[in-house]
């Protein structure tokens, strides 16, 4: 008898990929973002104005680059927050993975519907 497959892969899978994309870019956009551009450091302010960021969510890359950041982020810490649940003594159950990883893909529809609301 044959065991029924396992869905396992598939959250591997992005908090794999959600956590490399957190180690190669997650301090670099904190750095920009937070620390660089509004303090005027090696950047002009200029660089995060309303006009020039609506311009990256609306080009389709910069859709793609803003979608892939915020999704990946979302599914790793979901992962992330399932194992530190079993951690302190919650049960990894039905109730604990609905709620970590339907926030995760909730985040994403979100993102993605608020992307495609920016325009082209």
């Given at each position: 008898?044959?065991?029924?497959?396992?869905?396992?892969?598939i959250?591997?899978?992005?908090?794999?990929?959600?956590?490399?994309?957190?180690?190669?870019?997650?301090?670099?956009?904190?750095?920009?973002?937070?620390?660089?551009?509004?303090?005027?450091?090696?950047?002009?302010?200029?660089?995060?104005?309303?006009?020039?960021?609506?311009?990256?969510?609306?080009?389709?890359?910069?859709?793609?680059?803003?979608?892939?950041?915020?999704?990946?982020?979302?599914?790793?810490?979901?992962?992330?927050?399932?194992?530190?649940?079993?951690?302190?003594?919650i049960?990894?159950?039905?109730?604990?993975?609905?709620?970590?990883?339907?926030?995760?893909?909730?985040?994403?529809?979100?993102?993605?519907?608020?992307?495609?609301?920016?325009?082209?």
């Open positions: 008898m044959s065991k029924p497959r396992s869905n396992a892969p959250f591997w899978l992005m908090f794999g990929a959600g956590g490399m994309l957190s180690a190669l870019l997650g301090t670099a956009l904190v750095f920009i973002t937070g620390l660089a551009v509004p303090l005027g450091w090696f950047y002009s302010p200029e660089l995060l104005s309303y006009p020039r960021v609506l311009a990256l969510a609306q080009h389709g890359l910069g859709k793609l680059f803003l979608l892939a950041v915020i999704a990946l982020f979302a599914w790793h810490a979901a992962h992330r927050i399932l194992c530190s649940l079993h951690d302190i003594g049960h990894k159950g039905l109730v604990a993975k609905l709620c970590c990883y339907g926030s995760a893909f909730a985040i994403s529809v979100v993102a993605a519907v608020n992307l495609l609301r920016v325009g082209f």
